[in-house]
């Protein structure tokens, strides 16, 4: 690894201990697993549901970013509720630099007239940081010419934090929105007790449409087209998933964009990000789905090779005696 790059990592690991303001991963496939968008989606399917979920982003960067979750919902017909578990775990650059949390969530649902349902929900959770200073490599390093070891002495470091969110849905029979709120405490996440790292309010709003395409050239065919978008600000960050699906089962496939190209960002550069492609499978119980991100940001002036993201879900069909409607929004 050359200098410049030494340098990077090196300020790049500064900047995320100092006083700063932490920011949430992103997902492209934000429908894949919908309970890490909003507690809210916790049991809103009829069956219970196991997800898994992985993303690498920006290849082209030594050690970049890579995000993994696995969660499981189910929907109780006895309670009216839905309940979740969300392990998350976000791990970047060459110290190992990691974010996990374990989530427990709670939906309630009622109808307000008819086929049209809210589901308010609560999320708690217990969240940590850490990061292996074996893997980083210091300035006595650099002047050593290189030395495999550093004279510094660093134990590894973590920190454990408590964390509240909450979230609202609201569905019919091809129409759904909602809204969440993560981070509610703004918890101190620096491994630092000189320093403090706050995660900021992670504010979405998120909503969609499905059509059936009828006609007589398509026969019995199950066609659909979805059209949905995913609006999220943190801090002095914002975003916005537009796009659309279309899905022939037991194929889908998607195009998606990230930004906001009517304002800056909070580098004051213009607000994009990626164009997204997506493609799925749908196979009895199994979707699977795969995403690439285009970056379409100054980023990608260097060479950041994009983002892969890939999702598995299973729908293990449970007996559920019930006249409510399932949320009509993407397989993925």
Known sequence: MNMKKYWLFILLFVGMSSAAFSQDQQYTQFYAVPTVMNPAFAGASLQS????????????????????????????NSMKSGIGVVVQKDVAGVGNLARSSFNVQYAYETRIKKNWYIRPAIQLSIGSRSVDFNNLTFYDQLIRNNASTSLETYPGLSKQFFDT?????????????????????????????????????????????????????????????????????????????????????????????????????????????????????????????????????????????????????????????????????AAF
């Open 165 to 329: 969110g909450a979230g609202i849905l609201v569905y019919g029979p091809d129409l759904w929105f909602g809204a969440s709120a993560v981070h509610l405490n703004t918890p101190d996440e620096s491994l630092f007790e000189t320093n403090s790292s706050l995660i900021p309010i992670r504010y979405s709003m998120h909503g969609g449409k499905r059509f059936r395409i009828k006609g007589h050239s398509l026969g019995r065919l199950d066609h659909h087209i979805l059209i949905a978008a995913n609006y999220m600000s943190q801090g002095k960050f914002d975003q916005l998933d537009l796009g659309f699906s279309y899905e022939f089962k037991p194929l889908f496939m998607g195009v998606w964009y990230r930004g906001l190209p009517v304002k800056s960002n909070g580098y004051g550069l213009p607000n994009r990000d990626a164009l997204a492609f997506l493609v799925g499978i749908q196979a009895g119980a199994y979707n699977l789905g795969y995403s690439y991100d285009v970056t379409v940001s100054s980023l990608g002036a260097g060479n950041s090779a994009g983002a892969h993201e890939l999702t598995l879900v299973y729908n293990m069909a449970v007996k559920v005696k019930s006249k409510r409607k399932i949320v009509p929004c």
């Open 49 to 76: 549901r196991f997800a898994l979920q992985y993303r690498n982003q920006w290849l082209g960067i030594p050690s970049g970013y890579r995000s993994y979750v696995a969660s499981f919902d189910t929907y109780i």
